[in-house]
């Protein structure tokens, strides 16, 4: 047989072995540091957004006419948006973490903004429960989008950002209610000061890549088979039943704050965000790309 330099190269390729796989570099990094900073800035947003509802039911409830029965009538209707954030969070794996995200940054100001404008109670019920479908479709697509895009050892802390971003996010709501009450101004304003968050959109979208793990799964025709009825098959069945129950039973919230910001231990039904990551849940934990 005749041997030529190109057989030469073919049998010392093979008896090296295969490549040494290459450690993450310096874009890894870079797309990691990226995806985190996107991730903190949308959770400091939706910890401000998500908090307005439960600190300014008290006059919420007043603006509206509502009792204790009544508030918690119309929040048990919010809860509602488990349903529809489940559809969303399917969507994730379909079209994309990034896509997805990039959906709800821009719609949840949009429902903001409609609450804030609403004349009625049922139009700012519809819309809060549209904005939460949003909320907790962008929680889920995010805790995903730090898992698959961090190293093990760094996930956790990935996490813990967010989730401090979001605590952060709060407490300025709470801090600007009592600062509106005292110079005699709407709690619509802070759902109006909310709608300000469609200045992110640009930012994240030139901000945050897509998670590789999705892109692979893509080039493999992965996500082409993806359906929204996967979690009702035999592997996902019983787990998405039993959450969807859990996101569908109210829980009761027994501290609230009264108009002259002290605490009351009424009983209120305030676990919309709680019925909502809960639902959420359901589409993260049915994923194919789990």
């Given at each position: 047989?005749?041997?030529?330099?190109?057989?030469?190269?073919?049998?010392?390729?093979?008896?090296?072995g295969?490549?040494?796989?290459?450690?993450?570099?310096?874009?890894?990094?870079?797309?990691?540091?990226?995806?985190?900073?996107?991730?903190?800035?949308?959770?400091?947003?939706?910890?401000?957004?998500?908090?307005?509802?439960?600190?300014?039911?008290?006059?919420?409830a007043?603006?509206?006419?509502?009792?204790q029965?009544?508030?918690?009538r119309a929040?048990?209707?919010?809860?509602?948006?488990?349903?529809?954030?489940?559809?969303?969070s399917?969507?994730v794996?379909?079209?994309?973490r990034?896509?997805?995200?990039?959906?709800?940054i821009?719609?949840?100001p949009?429902?903001?903004?409609g609450?804030?404008?609403?004349p009625?109670?049922a139009?700012?019920?519809?819309?809060?429960?549209?904005?939460?479908?949003?909320?907790?479709?962008?929680?889920?697509?995010?805790?995903?989008?730090?898992?698959?895009?961090?190293?093990?050892?760094?996930?956790?802390?990935?996490?813990?950002?967010?989730?401090?971003?979001?605590?952060?996010?709060?407490?300025?709501?709470?801090?600007?209610?009592?600062?509106?009450?005292?110079?005699?101004?709407?709690?619509?304003?802070l759902?109006?000061?909310?709608?300000?968050?469609?200045?992110?959109?640009?930012l994240?979208?030139?901000?945050?890549?897509?998670?590789?793990?999705?892109?692979?799964?893509?080039?493999?025709?992965?996500?082409?088979?993806?359906?929204?009825?996967?979690?009702?098959?035999p592997?996902?069945?019983?787990?998405?039943?039993?959450?969807?129950?859990?996101?569908?039973?109210?829980?009761?919230?027994?501290?609230?704050?009264?108009?002259?910001?002290?605490?009351?231990?009424?009983?209120?039904?305030?676990?919309?965000?709680?019925?909502?990551?809960?639902?959420?849940?359901?589409?993260?934990?049915?994923?194919?790309?789990?």
């Amino acid at each position: 047989m005749t041997i030529t330099p190109r057989t030469q190269a073919t049998s010392a390729a093979q008896s090296e072995g295969p490549a040494p796989v290459s450690a993450p570099g310096a874009e890894d990094s870079t797309r990691a540091r990226a995806t985190i900073r996107a991730i903190v800035v949308m959770m400091l947003y939706q910890g401000f957004a998500v908090s307005i509802l439960g600190t300014a039911s008290p006059w919420i409830a007043g603006d509206f006419h509502l009792g204790q029965s009544g508030i918690a009538r119309a929040l048990a209707w919010v809860s509602l948006s488990s349903l529809g954030l489940l559809a969303l969070s399917r969507a994730v794996d379909r079209v994309g973490r990034r896509r997805v995200l990039l959906w709800c940054i821009g719609a949840m100001p949009l429902c903001e903004l409609g609450a804030a404008l609403s004349p009625s109670l049922a139009a700012f019920i519809v819309f809060q429960t549209i904005f939460y479908s949003f909320v907790g479709a962008s929680a889920a697509s995010s805790i995903v989008m730090l898992s698959e895009e961090l190293p093990i050892e760094r996930r956790a802390a990935g996490e813990s950002y967010g989730g401090l971003a979001m605590g952060l996010g709060g407490g300025l709501t709470v801090f600007l209610m009592p600062v509106l009450v005292q110079n005699h101004h709407s709690w619509r304003w802070l759902l109006v000061l909310a709608s300000a968050g469609i200045a992110l959109v640009p930012l994240i979208r030139r901000a945050m890549p897509e998670s590789r793990r999705w892109e692979h799964a893509l080039s493999t025709g992965i996500t082409s088979v993806a359906r929204f009825y996967d979690l009702f098959g035999p592997l996902y069945r019983r787990r998405a039943g039993i959450l969807l129950v859990c996101s569908l039973v109210p829980r009761q919230n027994v501290i609230r704050v009264t108009k002259l910001g002290e605490c009351d231990t009424r009983t209120r039904n305030v676990g919309v965000a709680d019925s909502g990551f809960a639902g959420a849940a359901v589409g993260a934990c049915c994923s194919r790309l789990a």
